[in-house]
């Protein structure tokens, strides 16, 4: 059985409660957001002025797809991406939810785009997302300031075999 979908994010899906979660400061601690609060149309132009990053959301598999984290692909090069992670709902935090999403978003990466290298970008203060990288075999390979930047080769991923995926777009 699947608990966790994948689907592509369109500006449509921006909703108020989504908004919300990026005004959260609990949430949103270590996003690159220029402003405290944002509102719909803020997030609606970034959407749009962002169209080369590819945008998708993670849904719990219930009658209505309950909305609770997002991924941002944006390619470095034809081989290598840049990925963004975060899961908007604290409650789903250390949940098996987001540890699947983890997983699904690797696999998608790796066997549905066929990715050779994923590279994110992580604030230093933000230990949940190091721990959670470095889980996945992700390792640091430069460090700045405020932030390290982590890889994963395709070759040091080794995929679950009982990952049931489906994305929709």
């Known amino acids: 059985k699947k608990n966790v979908y994948l689907k592509y994010f369109n500006y449509k899906n921006i909703t108020q409660d989504f908004v919300n979660s990026l005004n959260n400061k609990s949430i949103n601690e270590f996003l690159e957001i220029k402003k405290n609060l944002i509102t719909k149309n803020d997030a609606k132009k970034y959407f749009i002025n962002n169209k080369k990053k ?3 959301y993670f849904s719990l598999n219930t009658n209505q797809r309950v909305f609770f984290g997002t991924a941002v692909i944006n ?7 840049i ?8 409650k789903f935090w250390k949940s098996i939810y987001s540890e699947e999403a983890f997983q699904i978003i690797l696999f ?3 066997k549905i785009l066929k990715i050779k290298k994923i590279i994110s970008k992580i604030k230093k203060k933000n230990i949940r997302s190091i721990k959670k990288f470095k889980k996945y075999k992700f390792t640091k390979f430069k460090e ?3 932030h390290n930047l982590y890889s994963l080769d ?9 990952i049931l995926f ?4």
Do not use: A, Q, R, T
Request: a positive charge.
């Open 54 to 56: 590819n945008f998708y």
């Open 154 to 162: 395709k070759k040091v991923y080794k995929f679950k075999k009982d």
């Open 166 to 169: 489906s994305f929709d777009k």
């Open 75 to 81: 390619y470095f090069n034809p081989s290598e991406v």
């Open 108 to 110: 998608f990466c790796f």
């Open 83 to 90: 990925m963004g992670i975060l899961i908007h709902k604290k």
């Open 144 to 146: 700045s300031n405020f």
